[in-house]
């Protein structure tokens, strides 16, 4: 079973807009972190946010936040504002507790519109 | 701060001959390091977990004796493609946890990536 499961294989979204991308994840461990990472055309990983499954709330980092539901398995990363530096592909990870690697999945690439 | 380097950032070899990659956490120090290989528009691949100052560990289906890892000490891994061949050309990209002293430490760094094009 995939782990990591993003069912948006591109969105589209108009410049200064919100947007929201989806993750879903599977674990049976009860501790576990959740990441995501940006990819622009150059190649390069930029980590955007982390939560933790013990974290009481949503982890916020500037125009980032991830909407964190335990109970549905689900870490959506919501882009506010979005700018046109923003196109790019983007990852979601896990990883779980004793475990050094993460799990990806197969990525959004998300188009911000003028 | 965190910032995890990679050198070259693209090379192109002939079939047949060796090229190695080096991994640098520039800004902190890493026990642990990844390497992994992704596709044109895939995800990225875990090819191997690499431990510094002892072996590393490899995903199923990798080659230990063609992609060598050593990590040398705690801010240099390097991997090393062995007889390159044509199908060996993919984007590598590793990436560098920090060792476990500031709340930072749960999250893994990436450098640029290494664009690698055998003939």
């Not at chain 1, 983007?90 to 990883?95: E, G, Q, V």
Request: charged content about 15%; glycine content about 6%; some cysteine.
């Amino acid at each position: 079973a995939q782990k990591i499961t993003q069912t948006q294989p591109g969105m589209f979204v108009q410049e200064k807009e919100a947007v929201t991308l989806d993750c879903t994840y599977d674990t049976s461990d009860p501790s576990y972190g959740l990441f995501w990472y940006k990819q622009p055309s150059s190649g390069e990983m930029i980590f955007l946010i982390y939560q933790g499954s013990y974290d009481q709330q949503n982890a916020t980092e500037g125009r980032y936040s991830l909407n964190f539901q335990k109970a549905r398995k689900s870490a959506n990363l919501v882009i506010s504002a979005s700018q046109l530096g923003d196109s790019a592909m983007y990852f979601c990870a896990m990883r779980e507790a004793g475990a050094n690697n993460l799990f990806f999945g197969t990525g959004t690439r998300l188009t911000v519109i003028p | 701060g965190a910032v995890v380097s990679q050198h070259p950032s693209w090379v192109i070899c002939k079939s047949g001959t060796s090229v190695k990659i080096e991994c640098r956490s520039l800004d902190f120090q890493a026990t642990t390091m990844f390497w992994y290989r992704q596709f044109p528009k895939q995800s990225l691949m875990l090819m191997a977990t690499s431990n510094e100052g002892s072996k590393a560990t490899y995903e199923q289906g990798v080659e230990k004796d063609k992609f060598l890892i050593n990590h040398a000490s705690l801010t240099l891994s390097t991997l090393t493609v062995t007889s390159a061949h044509p199908e060996d050309s993919s984007f590598y990209i590793c990436s560098a946890r920090p060792i476990r002293t500031t709340t930072k430490s749960e999250t893994q760094y990436f450098g640029p990536g290494t664009r690698l094009l055998v003939l």
